[in-house]
């Protein structure tokens, strides 16, 4: 019996190499999950501050990522204690911060700060060695401050710095005012990357970590919940002490007024208070979700080793927001994520693996952020392992597959990109936790997780900064393989791998000749052009009483191997497991191909034009979890909305004309974009874009 290729045959046939890949037992314990498995995965790069398809060029232009003034560089920050007092109901913030810091190995004749030309400082003195008032100019968002005389190398001083501000939110979210259902004002602030400098002076360097000490005064009635522990409370002041150093993008502040949940946590991660800080209408339901914690910090615990911030606390801190931020101890956790049915189940675990990855050991700069993304995306799909098996794991890894999305950009992103949502779209996320699936796999489980503890446990990363080659530097150790392949084709080429598959069989003497031709087809790419990726794949054959796995090494544009089977092969499936990135080209075995249906649909909004509400529709095949974004003309998102919807059927926004804050937009065209995650036909899980324009007239 002969079947012929299903790919022509003119290309010159390549020898065959085969290797057998033995796994290792599994670091990770299956199938403890107590909720179902989820029907759709929430996106962690959609939760988190992502605008996932804004990519500005890189032309003359762009400012580029914010680099440190060099003269940041001749001093080390080692303590900020601030003194705040907040109004919110006046979007007001007042304070002193004092400065402990010691100078590197030259002589210091000024302090360079960050501050925002909106905020306003008042007066700046030295404490320490001297008590001095000095002098200073703040203009193109510097404070330059000079000293009475130099501070020579290894020397420490104090200033204080006074200042006050109306901050307005600014890159991912800044400083923010909003009110919940209910009517109390939520004063929130997430400055990551670059945003502390938008209302408190400091060095905003993520690589000068130091210790904090905060007193917020607040108005009667509210709670400031900051980082580490609180210490202090008296009257309506709130005293926080975070006694690890930590960078300037994890500082936070949240004030509101909270209903307290409080528990112990004892297990592998340590023995310390959980304590989160909710909305009074959201704890009964926010307790349901975080059930789950302490199951989760033992999974780390034993993974990752002890939570990083010992003796403090660990918690969800609510605010009006449909996204979460890391902030040690103290998670910034929007409200749209409390549903009281789990469904962001990986999202809290995605924010508890920021404790290590991210706030324990942080990147050296921001195109290093798959180092906290990518951790912690692949993070959610070992705990989605632990929970639901390899069934799980497999379905997280496919639904994090954005073939669509991996051609725009390389993992460690671009320097010369100043949007700060840019650092934060899908490729560190997902790519990201790819990269790390597939490392895993090349080099075994047991070497997998020996390299995450050591990378974690390395006393020059600890509470310090690592970049992508200290972490390759551990793969290496570990497996004892050089590894610079592996890292420069998915660190720095952009796009994945595409596949075009063949294969044929033929019977004879009671034996089954299997002949499988795979070739790479991607599109060149800037950095390799059409080198072939360097791979191994999972080949599985089927046919009467056979089902056999075959592992082949791929690294050529066109490449044959044959197999012998005691039985007719009679259907060939390639990467069923899902432990490579790729996309097949054209291939009929693999499930979601480019001529399914796709199962989101957009259907017309109406009215259209409008005034002053429009319905956005669109339905689906199947439950979704949806992103309805809403942009200017110019591209500036205005609005961005989370909503999830449990069976098939049409699905609608309703916009109502104003912005994100509530305010109302002018006349002209609005663009909307959906990103709907949910499953295809064949009940594999996927990602789709829907895209419409509407006219609003005033
Ligand atoms: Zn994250």
Same mark, same amino acid.
């Given at each position: ?9 003119? &290309? ?110 008042? =007066? ?7 008590? =001095? ?6 203009? =193109? ?158 999974? &780390? ?17 609510? &605010? ?148 992508? =080659?200290?972490?390759?530097?551990? &793969? ?223």
């Amino acid at each position: 019996m002969l079947r012929r290729f299903l790919a022509n045959l003119s &290309c010159v046939v390549q020898p065959a190499t085969v290797v057998v890949v033995l796994l290792c037992g599994p670091a990770i314990a299956h199938g403890s999950g107590q909720n179902a498995m989820p029907e759709v995965w929430p996106q962690s790069c959609l939760i988190e501050s992502a605008d996932p398809f804004l990519l500005q060029p890189a032309g003359p232009e762009a400012l580029g990522m914010p680099v440190p003034d060099a003269r940041q560089d001749l001093f080390d920050v080692l303590h900020y204690g601030l003194i705040l007092e907040v109004v919110p109901a006046d979007t007001l913030i007042a304070g002193i911060v004092t400065i402990d810091f010691t100078a590197r190995d030259q002589p210091v004749t000024q302090i360079v700060l960050d501050l925002k030309d909106r905020m306003t400082c008042f =007066s700046v003195t030295m404490t320490s060695p001297l008590q =001095s008032a000095l002098t200073f100019v703040h203009s =193109s968002d510097l404070l330059v401050i000079d000293l009475p005389e130099p501070l020579g190398p290894g020397e420490p001083g104090t200033i204080a710095v006074a200042f006050l501000g109306h901050p307005e939110p600014e890159g991912l979210f800044g400083f923010r005012i909003d009110s919940t259902p209910a009517g109390d004002l939520v004063l929130a602030t997430v400055s990551e990357p670059w945003s502390a400098r938008s209302w408190w002076p400091c060095k905003d360097d993520l690589t000068d970590k130091a210790t904090f000490s905060v007193d917020i005064r607040v108005p009667e009635g509210m709670t400031a919940v900051s980082i580490g522990n609180l210490v202090a409370q008296s009257d309506n002041t709130f005293s926080w002490v975070e006694t690890e150093p930590i960078p300037t993008y994890l500082f936070s502040l949240t004030v509101s007024n909270f209903a307290e949940l409080v528990d112990d946590y004892q297990g592998t991660a340590g023995d310390f208070p959980l304590h989160h800080y909710l909305f009074p209408a959201d704890a009964a339901a926010a307790e349901l979700d975080l059930a789950v914690l302490p199951d989760m910090l033992d999974f &780390c615990g034993g993974l990752f080793g002890p939570y990083p911030f010992t003796g403090q606390q660990f918690g969800m801190t609510e &605010c009006v927001w449909d996204e979460a931020m890391e902030h040690p101890t103290a998670v910034t956790w929007g409200d749209v994520l409390v549903t009281g049915d789990g469904q962001f189940e990986t999202i809290v675990m995605h924010e508890l693996a920021h404790m290590w990855f991210g706030d324990l050991v942080t990147p050296t700069d921001w195109t290093q952020v798959w180092l906290n993304e990518g951790f912690a995306t692949y993070c959610e799909a070992l705990w989605a392992e632990h929970q639901w098996g390899q069934a799980g794991l497999r379905s997280f890894m496919g639904a994090h597959n954005w073939g669509f999305g991996y051609g725009w950009d390389t993992l460690v992103k671009n320097a010369a990109i100043s949007d700060p949502t840019y650092y934060f779209n899908p490729i560190p996320y997902n790519k990201g936790a790819w990269v790390l699936h597939m490392l895993r796999r090349w080099v075994g489980d047991a070497d997998f997780f020996t390299i995450l503890r050591n990378y974690l446990e390395d006393p020059t990363l600890r509470f310090a900064n690592a970049s992508s =080659s200290d972490f390759q530097q551990h &793969c290496e150790a570990v497996s004892g393989q050089d590894l610079e392949w592996f890292f420069h084709q998915w660190l720095y080429r952009n796009n994945h791998p595409v596949f075009r598959m063949g294969w044929s069989e033929v019977w004879q003497d009671g034996q089954d000749q299997v002949t499988i031709r795979l070739e790479q087809v991607q599109d060149p790419d800037p950095l390799d052009g059409n080198a072939p990726y360097k791979v191994q794949a999972d080949i599985r054959l089927r046919g009467a009483g056979l089902d056999t796995m075959v592992t082949v090494a791929n690294d050529q544009a066109d490449q044959m191997y044959t197999f012998t089977m005691p039985a007719v092969v009679t259907s060939v499936d390639f990467d069923p497991d899902l432990w490579l990135l790729h996309k097949m080209d054209g291939s009929p075995y693999v499930a979601g191909t480019p001529s399914a249906p796709q199962p989101v649909r957009l259907l017309a909004a109406y009215p259209n034009p409008f005034n002053p509400r429009c319905n956005i529709l669109w339905e689906a095949d199947g439950p979704t979890l949806d992103v309805v974004e809403i942009f200017d003309v110019a591209g500036r998102r205005i609005l961005k909305r989370l909503q999830s919807t449990a069976g098939p059927g049409p699905r609608d926004f309703l916009w109502d004309g104003n912005d994100g804050a509530g305010k109302p937009r002018p006349s002209g065209t609005y663009l909307y974009r959906i990103t709907s995650s949910g499953r295809d036909a064949e009940g594999s899980s996927g990602t789709w874009l829907l895209r419409g324009k509407i006219q609003l007239v005033r």
